[in-house]
């Protein structure tokens, strides 16, 4: 049946011509692909090795690790040689993605994934480029909030805690942050913006979800001031706990991760599709024959 289908297809288009153009598109995609490999061996990564001027509960040293392996069996040694238990893990963790991270934003470039920033540059209202993989993100000092929660959840699914994404959803104050559950109860934890409260205070996580303005004006007083976020526009329902236990960026990963793929190996593909309609002419001439 699928070899009929086959033959009633070559019937009605010219397989050679296809198999030309296959031929011809894979040799630019390759093209693109060797310009892109020739462009990713200068190409540096964005450590700061300096933090007397930055005003963040950063450090240079700790940020200086870029492989995630070595960042959680940094702070797996810390845990067993201090005996920390409990609400205490998410708090030491909390505290060594405040000190790896600036607050900014790390994106992929052109030369890991050109196809992923070619669509950026179409379609930039959906910020394709901006760095969502864990490995990619510890490669720089600069992480946005929903990259520092990503990787503050990563480090703590290790130590079979339920955890979830906290979401703030109102004009001039759109943010990213965590939660995790220790014992039954929900705690609250922002490595990005690093509002200061009692971190083991689960009232605290209550009164976030609540959108109580009292509270969340004492913990970002100081980002309120700095007019980097505003409460002008919170409402009841404008922070929400969602994805529990669950990859916050999924979709997005999943897309980098096609397109990637494609950038480096979509050649590959073409002049296989190429060489099957070659394949498919020469069938069909023979039978002519």
């Known amino acids: 049946f699928i070899g009929r289908l086959?033959?009633?297809?070559?019937?009605?288009?010219?397989?050679?011509?296809?198999?030309?153009?296959?031929?011809?598109?894979s040799l630019i995609l390759l093209f693109f692909t060797v310009i892109n490999l020739l462009s990713c061996l200068n190409v540096n990564t964005t450590v700061a090795h300096d933090n007397s001027n930055i005003k963040e509960e950063f450090s240079a040293e700790i940020s200086s690790i870029t492989s995630l392996s070595d960042f959680k069996f940094m702070i797996k040694r810390k845990v067993d040689a201090g005996n920390i238990r409990g609400i205490d893990i998410p708090i030491l963790i909390d505290d060594y993605v405040r000190k790896k991270f600036i607050h900014g934003t790390s994106y992929q470039s052109s030369c890991e994934n050109w196809i992923l920033n070619v669509l950026d540059t179409i379609f930039p209202q959906y910020?394709?480029?901006?760095?969502?993989?864990?490995?990619?993100?510890?490669?720089?000092?600069?992480?946005?909030?929903?990259?520092?929660?990503?990787?503050?959840?990563?480090?703590?699914?290790?130590?079979?805690?339920?955890?979830?994404?906290?979401?703030?959803?109102?004009?001039k104050f759109g943010h990213f942050a965590?939660?995790?559950?220790?014992?039954?109860?929900?705690?609250?934890?922002d490595p990005n913006l690093e509002p200061k409260y009692d971190r083991s205070d689960p009232s605290i996580f209550n009164a976030v979800i609540a959108a109580d303005k009292k509270v969340l004006e004492s913990m970002y007083r100081h980002k309120i001031?700095?007019?980097?976020?505003?409460?002008?526009?919170?409402?009841?329902?404008?922070?929400?706990?969602?994805?529990?236990?669950?990859?916050?960026?999924?979709?997005?990963?999943?897309?980098?991760?096609?397109?990637?793929?494609?950038?480096?190996y979509g050649w590959i593909f073409l002049l296989l599709v190429s060489m099957l309609f070659y394949i498919f002419e020469k069938i069909n001439i023979y039978r002519r024959l």
């Open 178 to 189: 965590n939660a995790v559950k220790v014992k039954d109860k929900w705690y609250f934890f």
């Open 127 to 171: 910020f394709f480029t901006v760095s969502l993989d864990p490995n990619d993100i510890m490669l720089n000092s600069f992480a946005a909030c929903n990259q520092q929660s990503i990787i503050f959840q990563d480090v703590v699914k290790d130590y079979d805690l339920e955890y979830g994404s906290v979401g703030f959803y109102a004009n």
């Open 225 to 264: 001031n700095d007019d980097i976020v505003s409460l002008e526009y919170i409402k009841s329902d404008s922070v929400r706990l969602r994805d529990i236990n669950k990859f916050p960026a999924k979709n997005g990963l999943l897309i980098q991760n096609i397109t990637k793929i494609i950038s480096w």
């Open 6 to 25: 086959v033959g009633l297809f070559i019937m009605f288009v010219n397989a050679k011509n296809i198999s030309k153009f296959f031929f011809i598109a």
